[in-house]
C-alpha cells in the first residue's frame, strides 16, 4: 500500500543506535482522534489511554514502524501522514531514554470496529475538544501527555479543515 506523505515532513533516522519511538493521532472524517486504553497487564502506563504507537524495531524505518503499530494495534492501514506534531525525550523508569516523534495520520479500515491488540488493548474512544480530559483518567494529577499531543492533533486537523 502506497502512503501519501505531506510535503515538509522528514522522518529521522533510526540506524543512529537512539531508541525510537514512533506514535500516531489517528483522525476519522468527523475531525475526532482515536485513543485505546492500555490493559492493566501493561508495564508501562496500566490502564491510561494512549494513542497508536510503538518501538522501532532494528532495521525499521520511522514510517514502515508507524504503518506496522497501526496495523498491529487496530487492523487499519496507513493512508496519509499529515503533520509531525511533537518531539519528545521520555524514560519511564527504567534508565533507558525513548526518543518519540508523534503524527497526524489518517487510516482506512471499519472506523467503528479496531481490531485491538489483544491482551495490550481494552478499549477505544473517539475522542473531540470536549472529550480531551478523559483521557486523563488512570494518570498522574500532572501527567498531561497524553492529553497534549491530543489536543495538538485536533488542533492541527482543524486547521487543515479535516
Known amino acids: 500500500m502506497n502512503v501519501h506523505v505531506a510535503e515538509g515532513i522528514e522522518f529521522p533516522s533510526t540506524d543512529d543506535g537512539?531508541?525510537?519511538?514512533?506514535?500516531?493521532?489517528?483522525?476519522?472524517?468527523?475531525?475526532?482522534?482515536?485513543?485505546?486504553?492500555?490493559?492493566?497487564?501493561?508495564?508501562?502506563?496500566?490502564?491510561?489511554?494512549?494513542i497508536v504507537g510503538g518501538h522501532v524495531e532494528e532495521g525499521e524505518s520511522m514510517l514502515e514502524a508507524l504503518t506496522r503499530e497501526i496495523t498491529e494495534e487496530t487492523g487499519w492501514h496507513l493512508t496519509e501522514v499529515l503533520q509531525e506534531l511533537y518531539?519528545?525525550?521520555?524514560?519511564?523508569?527504567?534508565?533507558?531514554?525513548?526518543?518519540?516523534?508523534?503524527?497526524?495520520?489518517?487510516?482506512?479500515?471499519?472506523?467503528?470496529?479496531?481490531?485491538?491488540?489483544?491482551g495490550k488493548h481494552t478499549e477505544f474512544m473517539w475522542v473531540?475538544?470536549?472529550?480531551?480530559?478523559?483521557?486523563?483518567?488512570?494518570?498522574?494529577?500532572?501527567?498531561?501527555?497524553?492529553?497534549d499531543i491530543v489536543q495538538r492533533g485536533l488542533d492541527a486537523a482543524a486547521r487543515l479543515g479535516l
Request: with cysteine; glycine share 8%; charged share 40%.
Open 87 to 118: 518531539r519528545i525525550d521520555w524514560d519511564p523508569g527504567d534508565g533507558v531514554t525513548r526518543r518519540e516523534v508523534d503524527y497526524l495520520v489518517r487510516v482506512e479500515g471499519d472506523l467503528e470496529r479496531p481490531t485491538l491488540e489483544a
Open 128 to 147: 473531540d475538544d470536549s472529550r480531551v480530559p478523559l483521557l486523563r483518567e488512570a494518570r498522574e494529577p500532572d501527567d498531561y501527555f497524553i492529553t
Open 18 to 50: 537512539e531508541r525510537r519511538v514512533v506514535a500516531a493521532v489517528i483522525i476519522d472524517g468527523r475531525g475526532r482522534a482515536f485513543a485505546q486504553r492500555r490493559s492493566g497487564t501493561r508495564k508501562i502506563f496500566p490502564h491510561c489511554w494512549d
